[in-house]
């Protein structure tokens, strides 16, 4: 058990709906991340948030949004859905203050898997 | 962006050593490689990490040359349950002076009996 909890595990929605993702980091954790990985592709960086701010936005699409809250908790908006947006969605968390810096793993959750018909 | 390569897939047997090499050259001076499995349907689960030289724990050892340019990962006597994507994941500096984590496109390593 990584610590990071994504819920809901799965939803299913239809085209030209908006549905909100939400991620609660580990214990102690300050930084909130979210991917996108598409049936068998790989992991595409999406945004970044770190103790409430916005560190860094990678492939998001500007119907996406994200936010982290007080509590350090993150919501992960997704409104205009299409078909191509059916993917899982995985939050990871940090406690590393700035990306990538020394020995400050990744720890993901299991997803969110969004289908959109 | 910068971008890291790995092969796309490797077979293997039980009981082999499995080396999987990411190149990355345009890994950001002060960022760290760290390298993670995933299984189908779970997020990925952190294997090992390490900034240059070698770095060795109980599941794997990592190899960092001195440019940094790639990293080894290498997975002693491997068994049918180390079937899975292993991903490589360093920082690097945006355009906009923001810096980011991107996952390689993985290598799918199957493990045969």
């Known amino acids: 058990d990584s610590g990071v909890t994504q819920t809901p595990k799965h939803l299913i929605t239809a085209t030209g709906q908006r549905v909100t993702l939400r991620c609660s980091p580990r214990?102690?954790?300050?930084?909130v991340y979210w991917y996108q990985q598409s049936l068998d592709q790989g992991l595409q960086f999406l945004i970044q948030?770190?103790?409430?701010?916005?560190?860094a936005k990678g492939n998001i699409l500007e119907r996406f949004s994200a936010q982290q809250f007080p509590d350090l908790h993150s919501e992960l908006n997704l409104s205009s859905l299409e078909l191509g947006d059916s993917a899982l969605y995985f939050c990871?968390?940090?406690?590393?203050?700035?990306?990538?810096?020394?020995?400050?793993?990744?720890?993901f959750g299991n997803g969110t898997r969004l289908t959109v018909t | 962006l910068a971008k890291t390569t790995q092969p796309i897939s490797m077979d293997s047997y039980e009981g082999q050593e499995v080396n999987i090499t990411c190149s990355h050259n345009?890994?950001?001076?002060?960022?760290?490689i760290t390298w993670y499995q995933q299984f189908p349907s779970q997020g990925p689960r952190f294997i090992i990490q390490?900034?240059?030289t070698k770095v060795k724990n109980e599941v794997a050892s990592l190899f960092i040359p001195a440019d940094r340019k790639s990293s080894t990962l290498s997975l002693p006597r491997v068994s049918l349950s180390d079937t899975a994507v292993y991903y490589c994941?360093?920082?690097?500096?945006?355009?906009?002076?923001?810096?980011?984590?991107?996952f390689g496109s993985g290598t799918r390593l199957q493990v045969q009996p």
């Open positions: 990871a968390s940090s406690v590393a203050p700035k990306i990538g810096t020394n020995n400050s793993p990744l720890h």
């Open positions: 214990s102690g954790d300050l930084s």
């Open positions: 948030y770190y103790n409430g701010e916005e560190r």
């Open positions: 345009n890994i950001a001076t002060n960022d760290y």
């Open positions: 390490g900034y240059k």
């Open positions: 994941l360093v920082g690097f500096s945006m355009d906009t002076g923001r810096r980011a984590l991107t």
